[in-house]
């Protein structure tokens, strides 16, 4: 689960059910002090409530705080004890918490929920997290445990309602989300301000040439000339109407884009499970592997995978990792409980959040190990969340939604190319370089 350290104005997320080995505890404050990595070289402290029966903690207990409650409510919810989680969480909000302590509570609460598989719930918790006390849209995307809630509609109102942005909810996402469109789209924004600069002018134009145009069609010793007067007014109307339509034509197509770098960070996050049984999201995989997701029946997912068995060899020597997504698996499969209900084993293999995780991403020594575990095949771990966002895909396409489809990634996460039924595994043998080629290199 996710908690916002009090102690720092960043947030730190891990789950108060692992703490360290090398951490060490101090009776007279009650206090765990927990060893960063390395390369953050502070600590963190944070307050861990306990509840004795000794006198000597009884006056700790009596004075609750909203801190205190909501470290007790993560105390009982890395112990599976839900509902008493949400009490403590409900209580916290009630104890005049200042904005991280509210933050906090509602997120955590939000998490219960998810557990629970209540979406409404959790939905209306992070949209007030997001609204009033500036949680990071990010975090929701990132939390293993809200990948069941990401699987439900209410994870793509609240999504579509950040993509929008606006002061309410979700402006920062949106505004990441610009900052990566205009990398995309440079000169956008430049064209966007000459359309509205010459239609302004256009308008202006149009503002005074037509009271010249009525003093003409009414004639007399003074009227200006007709077909001037009318050819001059038709440019600057004809002139006005191009260029708004022009600005509205980027408007769309900034939203277009805006709607599929959403859906790619949402694909990049991803979750699967490699041949060794660690869990990784498809952003682990950037210059590893070129991931091929197959969704569809399973019948036409399982003749496909066969066909690609004739061609293990060369695929392999290619990077290409097989992701099937059977459509309605999801309704079977149970929830991923990540955050208490998973061993320890699957829980340390999910990626943390933060600089420390980026820079582990790029470390050579991580990729290295990455790679020796990366084989031919994976499975998709938290189906609904992939067959969620391959169907959001095919409506945008225009694809009918259902159908078989594969999607070919790019050694950077991108994707190559899709289509629908099953692919021909000769085309990729013959399409994709080898990893060590020197177009393989340039692809990451």
Not at 57 to 83: D, M, W
Request: with cysteine; proline share 4%; aromatic share 8%.
């Amino acid at each position: 689960m996710a908690l916002t350290s009090f102690a720092y104005q960043h947030q730190i997320v891990f789950s108060l059910s692992k703490i360290p080995k090398d951490s060490t505890f101090t009776p007279a404050t009650k206090t765990w002090v927990v060893q960063l990595p390395s390369a953050a070289q502070k600590k963190l402290q944070l307050s861990y409530i306990t509840c004795s029966s000794s006198p000597s903690s009884s006056q700790e207990t009596t004075s609750e705080t909203a801190e205190s409650c909501v470290n007790l409510g993560l105390s009982f919810f890395s112990k599976g004890r839900v509902r008493e989680a949400l009490e403590q969480f409900n209580l916290a909000l009630t104890l005049n918490p200042n904005v991280m302590e509210a933050q906090a509570a509602l997120y955590n609460k939000a998490c219960c929920h998810a557990y629970r598989g209540e979406g409404k719930q959790a939905a209306e918790c992070l949209r007030t997290a997001l609204k009033e006390y500036d949680l990071k849209f990010g975090t929701i995307l990132n939390d293993p445990d809200l990948a069941s809630f990401r699987a439900l509609p209410e994870f793509k109102e609240l999504q579509e309602e950040a993509r929008l942005g606006g002061e309410d909810i979700g402006y920062s996402f949106r505004r990441d989300l610009k900052l990566i469109s205009e990398v995309q789209a440079p000169f956008r924004g430049v064209r966007k301000f000459f359309y509205v600069a010459f239609a302004a002018a256009a308008g202006i134009s149009t503002f005074f040439t037509i009271p010249r145009l009525v003093v003409a069609i009414q004639g007399g010793d003074n009227a200006p000339d007709l077909l001037n007067t009318a050819t001059n007014a038709g440019i600057n109307i004809g002139g006005f109407v191009v260029l708004v339509a022009l600005f509205l034509w980027e408007n769309k197509k900034e939203e277009e884009q805006l709607a599929q770098i959403s859906r790619n960070e949402t694909l990049s996050r991803l979750p699967l499970r490699l041949s060794t049984n660690r869990v990784v999201e498809l952003v682990q995989l950037r210059d590893t592997a070129r991931p091929v997701i197959l969704a569809g029946r399973k019948e036409s997912v399982s003749l496909a995978m066969r066909k690609a068995e004739k061609f293990r060899t060369e695929l392999l020597r290619r990077g290409v990792l097989l992701v099937p997504v059977i459509w309605g698996e999801s309704k079977a499969a149970p929830v991923l409980k990540k955050g208490f209900g998973s061993s320890e084993k699957t829980a340390t293999a999910l990626p943390s959040i933060g600089d420390e995780f980026e820079k582990r991403a790029q470390s050579v020594t991580a990729k290295s190990k990455l790679q020796s575990e990366v084989r031919f095949k994976a499975e998709a771990v938290s189906p609904g969340e992939w067959e969620r966002w391959i169907k959001d895909q095919q409506k945008s396409e225009g694809v009918t939604t259902g159908e078989d489809v594969y999607i070919l990634l790019r050694l950077d996460g991108r994707i190559r190319r899709s289509g629908k039924g099953m692919p021909d595994w000769q085309q990729i043998v013959t399409e994709l370089p080898a990893m060590e080629d020197l177009l393989s290199q340039l692809e990451k």
